[in-house]
């Protein structure tokens, strides 16, 4: 169990035996060998409430809690009509923070697509520009409004990212949430 500057690095194995230890299922050695065949799988259980609980960290946690990292090498844009549309990898969960090149600065906020604001950008005389640049967020393409030049490049696109090894990380203020996350648990005498 990795744990750097408050972030856990965990495997499959070390994060169920971790869930065991926050929600007191772990049970205590009495060096015997005990074997019960009619009763829940709990691991299998604990597995699933896990990946559940991750995967709503991953998409709602604040960011800086979670694994972010700058996805600009992987993106793949397209520019039309001074929009410039990003193709989204998939192990990015979400966007935190983008900019293109020549924008003023960067946006944290993006607008969804359903929105009073998206709509105001699919008008070229309301949409964001360099100095009010604006993205809508389609899941898995964004629509940043506006190019400035014409071959657009991202100088940031941080995203909040599902780790590709199978590992799960995130910060160790995010322990709290299990307990709540798992109130239907059943306990273990």
Request: glycine content about 4%; charged content about 20%; some cysteine.
């Amino acid at each position: 169990m990795q744990n750097t500057n408050q972030f856990y690095n965990l495997t499959a194995s070390q994060m169920l035996d971790l869930w065991k230890q926050v929600l007191r299922l772990d049970t205590p050695r009495r060096d015997c060998a005990v074997e019960w065949d009619d009763g829940i799988d709990l691991d299998a259980l604990l597995t699933t409430h896990i990946n559940q609980w991750y995967a709503h960290q991953l998409a709602s946690a604040p960011p800086h809690l979670l694994p972010i990292h700058d996805m600009k090498e992987h993106i793949d844009l397209t520019c039309r009509d001074g929009m410039v549309i990003a193709t989204i990898p998939d192990q990015c969960v979400r966007p935190v923070e983008w900019r293109l090149a020549g924008w003023k600065r960067s946006v944290t906020e993006f607008l969804d697509p359903c929105s009073h604001e998206a709509m105001l950008q699919l008008n070229e005389w309301t949409r964001g520009g360099a100095c009010n640049p604006a993205i809508i967020d389609y899941g898995f393409q964004l629509l940043m409004m506006s190019a400035t030049g014409s071959t657009p490049h991202l100088d940031i696109a941080r995203c909040v990212v599902r780790p590709g090894d199978g590992t799960y990380q995130f910060h160790s203020d995010l322990l709290s949430t299990i307990p709540q996350w798992n109130q239907s648990l059943p306990t273990i005498m």
